[in-house]
């Protein structure tokens, strides 16, 4: 794409994005597919040639949006509000064409602290029936990095409390395994528990490669997460010319890299492979109730307060339903009065028909809705228009109860 085009397409986004906005209304707020669906409308394989815009673009309606919440609908009730502004749009646009790096601590970096926690939780099950407390196992768990290893990998042993060894490299500044074995096996003497190496694939310094080859075979003996770290130098390897220096990869536990980097893509942006993606589970998994869905923010919109009242108001001339928590902004915690399968079931019926979208919460055993005004395009209409379905399907559940 060139100046023209782009100048082009631009005009084309914007007014596609306003239609998106102002008929918003006409689309179904919870999207009705399956996880996956996505793999039957695109192709097995990335495409050889770059396609033209016209049929990337296309691929939003057919492929995307159909998998989408719409977060900015008037109908969307759950979570709280996660919301733009024109003004905003614009200056996400011009904030993405400076492109500065504000050079926090996220995206690679944060990669290899996230694989570091992963590894630990497995080392801590491995251990569970040894003994010895997780407090215990904690002080004496031990990582390695080459010695030009990115400052992130020795902030993630600080920030995890676990010691890390920089092992020296060899002349081409390689990270190889006589001199990391060395060290491992010192280490066991000693009593400690090795179990996390996080090798570089093109160092920050001087985009030299740790050797896998000699690395990976080693931390299949010795039980240790490999983590790769190639931010920089992944890109790379879709060139197969480059491949061989990730020989070895097969032994990793997970592998980052960063396609704001090298892949045109706007910061930040790493992608994050895992082999064994139930480690990350065990490791951050929690499960309050309001992010449960049937496949397993807090900015305040201060307008849709009077609009909570309202709904409020319609929920409690309604006998068959309680208010069953002090409304202060603008969300409304409601449930059918009774037993809580009834106002569970009003949920999952609600939630079915793409019309309106919510999340439940568990109060003191009580389980309710959670109906938050979430849209600055809400108005007076859409909360009737939501009152109305709700009742009705409340109506269907209360006898369906009945009979
Ligand atoms: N790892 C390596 C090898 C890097 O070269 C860099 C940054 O240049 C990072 C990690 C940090 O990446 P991020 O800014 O995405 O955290």
Redesign the pocket.
Known sequence: MDFEEYRERGKEMVDYIANYLQNIRQRRVFPNVSPGYMRTLVPETAPQDGEQWDDIFRDVERVIMPGITHWQSPYMHAYFPALNSFPSLLGDMLADAIGC?G??????????FIALLAARTEILRKFKNSGLEDMEINSRLVAYCSDQ?????EKAGLIALVKMRFIECDDELSMRGDAIQEVIDKDREDGLIPFYVCA?????GACAFDNLKELGPICEREGLWLHI?????GTAFICPEFRKYMEGVEYANSF?F?P??WMMVH??C?ALWVKNSGALHRTFNVDPLYLQHENTGAAIDYMGIRLATKFELLVRNDSRFEVAAKRILGMVVFRLKGENELTEMLLKRLNRSGKVHMVPALLRGKYVIRFTVTSQYTEDCDIERDWKIISATATKVLHDDES
């Open positions: 790096l050079f926090t601590w996220v995206t690679a970096s944060d990669c290899t290893a990115h400052s992130s990998v570089t694939l093109g160092t920050t770290d190639a931010a920089y130098a980052a960063n704001s980097k910061f930040d790493t």
